[in-house]
């Protein structure tokens, strides 16, 4: 494809320079570690957190005469990432050896894949948090090995190398520079992760760094050709990837005003400062020498089980999405929060099931969801249970209790764990529905406030008033339909 067929930022995403309107080009190299027990070309386990060179095996050492064995189960899920990410698979792959320096690399050179990727042109759809939904094209996945860790800060004169990284399964996503914005960028990714998940193919941790970005930034005047472009390396926060693509724009952008040139470099961003800066000067592809890996034949896929691999998919987010509002007759919005990931998706149905879907989900994305944000939690450590909260939804449904008595229960389950039927059979807390208590109530206070009565029949918005008077009088437990009812009645309104 052409720069033409490039997506065209809308006016509100340009970046006003002293100037005039800048444009934002991202491109995003995700790199992937592929959910696998073992590693690419090895044996060894790949079980994060274990014990510094523990999990090294004679391959992933570089020990002379050790021969790199390619692990199927890798190549399975990188065809099922490009499946599911309407990518073509090519059947026909090759391995290379991309030659570099590093102390954490004990081979001298990656194993990886250059002109031959496994997974070829792709294209997801992409939504922000305004709403905006937007196309981002896959050019490629190549499938890599990882390299170890360096770790500078256990002594102040030596480096402390952790093999236990090196040899892991990577698939590199790289993308189109489709991206007009930072926060396009995080979406991106934040819809790329949600994929992976759902697959199975990568845990998305982006803390355990299972889940990384490298952010390629340059801005252009709109309409002109793109720009010298910046890698930001290693980035691990979808909140980070925005901050550094803005920031690291706007620095091309006074750069460039100033009269001056951007450089071609790699960078590292700073979350502390909100700034990037150089970390070297960026490599092309002729710099690390890239020759066919010797080792490893090329690797040659069967249709039928690529075929095979497809029929296998689940059930993606965007499918998952358009059935919640179709079956629950759910907003996009709430229909793409719930689906946004497996887990967030089966509590939901789990609530929903047999009950009034569009009340499940505004419990589950808004009352659990905001109540886990405010303690910190994740959902699978939610004190309240998909089942639980599904019972707290049926006594609302049986007219037993009413909204803000089950608003009440809800904070005392989040407390103690315990069923809404248990807490509210203990606290005597089943709504009143005897319309005999309700005109009671009615009855005193229009005893008490005469005034008010006539206040009403003259004014209307005061009928306000009475149903919390009623409401106050019985301790919020009266039905609140038949309170408007009764006080419609007794008050001739």
Known sequence: MTELDVRRARDDQMLNGA??????????????????????????????????????????????GMLP??????????????????????????????????????????????????????????????GEV???????????????????????????????????????????????????????????????????????NMEEGSLRADVNVSVRRPGEPFGTRCEIKNVNSLRFIAQAAEYEARRQIEILEGGGKIAQETRLYNSVTGETRALRSKEDAPDYRYFPDPDLLPLVLDPAWVESIRASLPELPDAKRQRFQAAYGLSRYDAGVLSADGESALFFETVAAGRDGKLAANWVSQELFGALNKRGLELADSP??????????????????????????????????????????????????????????????????????????EKPKAFGWWVGQVMKAMAGRANPAAVNDLLKAKLGL
């Open 19 to 64: 100037s005039g309107p800048w444009e934002i080009i991202i491109g995003l190299e995700v790199h992937a570690q592929v959910t696998s027990q073992a590693k690419l070309f090895s044996g060894a386990a790949t079980t994060y957190g274990a014990e510094p060179n523990s999990q090294v095996s004679f391959v992933d050492a570089a020990m002379p």
């Open 69 to 130: 064995v390619l692990n199927g189960r890798c190549v399975e899920q990188a065809v099922r990432t490009g499946l599911g990410l309407n990518a073509h698979i090519h059947l026909w792959s090759r391995f290379d050896r991309k030659n570099y320096f590093y102390p954490d690399l004990p081979q001298g050179y990656q194993i990886s894949q250059f002109k031959d990727p496994i997974v070829g042109e792709g294209a997801i759809e992409v939504e922000t948090e305004d």
């Open 134 to 204: 937007f196309t981002a094209r896959i050019e490629r996945i190549h499938l890599e090995q990882d390299a170890g860790k360096s770790i500078h800060d256990l002594s102040p004169n030596e480096t402390y190398v952790d093999l236990n990284r090196s040899g892991v399964a990577l698939m590199e996503i790289v993308s189109r520079p489709d991206m007009r914005s930072g926060a396009e960028a995080g979406a991106y990714v934040k819809k790329l992760r949600a994929i992976l998940r759902a697959l199975g193919t990568c845990d998305g």
């Open 384 to 457: 309240v249970s998909a089942a639980q909260l599904g019972g707290l939804l049926d006594l609302i449904a049986s007219d037993a209790i009413n909204g803000k008595i089950a608003k009440d229960v809800f904070g005392k389950m989040l407390e103690s764990g315990e069923s809404a039927a248990d807490i509210v059979a203990r606290e005597g807390l089943q709504q009143i529905t005897d319309t005999g208590a309700i005109e009671a109530a009615i009855a005193a206070l229009m005893t008490a406030h005469p005034d008010k009565v006539l206040e009403v029949r």
